[in-house]
């Protein structure tokens, strides 16, 4: 069965820092991977995802991922983190099932900055 | 493109009450998804639409959950007699066509059973 594990539940970093937000996947296929963002109270806006070629992709706010098949991981990194980005991350893989648009989520990272 | 939207955002019901969510999706998207958030988790699928067809539905979705899209463009979720387990944030999603195409989500509903 397909599922996707974020191992840090709480992640607290200082302004300015560097981040990694780790995320573990499993799927028999070409995965279709994304990483969205919630803020308290809100819905998810999408960051960045990987569907083929290219396994750095770039996203909004300064978010770039590295897909690393053999090791089954899209990690989520930003070089200089801001107070703003201070929310939870969610990781996911495109289900098969549904002509890939069903998403399965991990458990989420949340992330506290620290000024 | 005004996005996905919901309403109510927020919803407070007592424990048997049935409660009904309505989701309109961004413009001429034909896919419209349902998912619930408890609180510590990330979103789970519940079921998704394309056009007004209903393809698929989670086990999750027991027999007091329904979910519309009559005309294929908004969309009601319905819970009967609501139950302190439904307590979560239920949210809906669309997009255009299949496979590479973005899933936008909404800001979500709010159900507190109590």
């Known amino acids: 069965a397909q599922s996707v594990t974020q191992p840090d539940i709480h992640i607290t970093v200082s302004e300015g820092a560097s981040l990694e937000l780790r995320c573990n996947y499993s799927?028999?296929?070409?995965?279709?991977l994304f990483w969205y963002v919630q803020s308290p109270g809100q819905g998810l806006q999408l960051l960045l995802k990987y569907f083929s070629g290219d396994t750095l992709v770039q996203g909004i706010k300064g978010f770039e991922a590295e897909f690393k098949r053999s090791q089954s991981s899209f990690n989520l990194r930003k070089p200089s983190v801001h107070w703003s980005d201070a929310a939870e991350y969610f990781c996911a893989v495109a289900s098969l099932s549904g002509g890939y648009n069903k998403l399965i989520f991990g458990a989420g990272t949340r992330l506290a900055v620290h000024p | 493109d005004t996005g996905v939207s919901q309403d109510p955002r927020h919803k407070i019901t007592k424990r048997g009450q049935n409660v009904t969510f309505r989701c309109d999706p961004i413009s001429e998207h034909n896919r419209l998804y349902w998912y619930r958030q408890t609180l510590g988790q990330g979103p789970e699928f519940l079921t998704y639409f394309q056009n007004e067809a209903q393809l698929e539905k989670s086990r999750l979705l027991s027999d007091r959950f329904s979910a519309e899209r009559p005309k294929g463009s908004f969309s009601t979720l319905e819970i009967q007699r609501t139950e302190q387990g439904d307590s979560a944030m239920y949210l809906c999603?669309?997009?255009?066509?299949?496979?590479?195409?973005?899933?936008?989500f909404g800001e979500g509903s709010w159900l507190t059973v109590v």
């Open positions: 799927y028999g296929a070409t995965p279709y």
């Open positions: 999603a669309s997009s255009l066509g299949t496979g590479r195409n973005t899933i936008y």
